[in-house]
């Protein structure tokens, strides 16, 4: 019987890697409305790690502002501007 | 029935669900196009609401379960804030 | 009584695991977008719907959580119910605002009344 504690610290371990890698391509994409997708990415997996931590009081507020009302915000304003980022 | 089973079974299904997320995320980054990553992220986040669920049981903590509804409702948003940017090239009007 | 609730409970957990599996092989395997549609469907329906169900029943039968498990069921049921609702609504407007921005165009294609320009047939300008 494998203690709990080590799939606790190994989901999170692994949930955080893959946060960092969609983080990553958030920032390097060119394309705006694609950036908004890996930053999803990233809200899913960090409202799953702190699920993870026992913090679900976090998850209820980090939810809605994270995953619903930070890619619409986005949104907006991309379609407001333009698609394309230019260095 | 004595918690111990539940648990052994449990732990047995974890690691199948971890490397499906796995998969989903493998597709989720390197979509093709938007639609693609959206629709790898749609189904992994369901899936991560019934892994909530699982959890909670392997846990022992019913509180924790809040989380789940929350996570199914708000990535119904996304679905549709990508469908309708996509659609109308343009959000807010 | 509360044993067969825990055995159906954790058999509908198996099923969803491996319908969840098979579903995130299917989402890398096909090529085409609307091809993995399918791949979500049973991603949504099969690995998310019919696992929380399990896990709601074996949350009744599972007594060591006290009380609070009649809490847990419910809420697990609310939550199935929500995503048996929610993940064929958010797939077809995904599946619609794709189609209609000429994203993707539908490869296997027999016919598509819809948009005809959009429709690539087997054998021909391919």
Known sequence: MIDPQIIVLGMAALAALVSVIATYLAILEKNLVRAVVFSAIQSTLYAFLYYVLMAPDIVLVYIPVAVGLYPAVVLILISKTEKEEKV | ?93 | ?126
């Open chain 2, 1 to 93: 029935m004595d918690p111990a089973m539940i648990n052994t079974f449990i732990l047995y299904i974890i690691p199948i669900f971890i490397i499906a997320f796995i998969l989903y995320i493998i597709r989720a980054l390197s979509g093709p196009t938007i639609s693609d990553q959206v629709l790898a992220i749609d189904a992994m986040t369901y899936d991560i609401a019934a892994f909530l669920v699982i959890l909670s049981i392997f846990f022992r903590e019913p509180i924790l379960i809040g989380a789940a509804i929350v996570l199914a409702l708000w990535i119904y948003a996304l679905d549709i804030y990508i469908a309708k940017y996509l659609e109308g090239k343009e959000m807010g009007e």
């Open chain 3, 1 to 126: 009584m509360y044993d067969i609730l825990t055995y159906i409970g954790l058999i509908m957990i198996g099923v969803g695991a491996i319908a969840d599996l098979l579903a995130a092989i299917g989402m890398n395997k096909f090529w085409n977008f609307y091809l993995r549609l399918h791949a979500a469907t049973i991603g949504t329906i099969w690995g998310a719907f019919v696992p929380i169900i399990g896990a709601s029943l074996v949350a009744i039968g599972y007594e060591a959580l006290g009380p609070y498990r009649w809490f847990m069921a419910g809420a697990g049921f609310v939550t199935a119910f929500l995503i048996l609702i929610l993940a064929p609504a958010g797939s077809h407007a995904l599946a619609r605002a794709t189609h209609r921005a000429r994203i993707v165009k539908v490869e296997p294609c027999i016919a598509d009344h819809i948009d005809e320009s959009m429709c690539v047939k087997k054998g021909g300008n391919k």
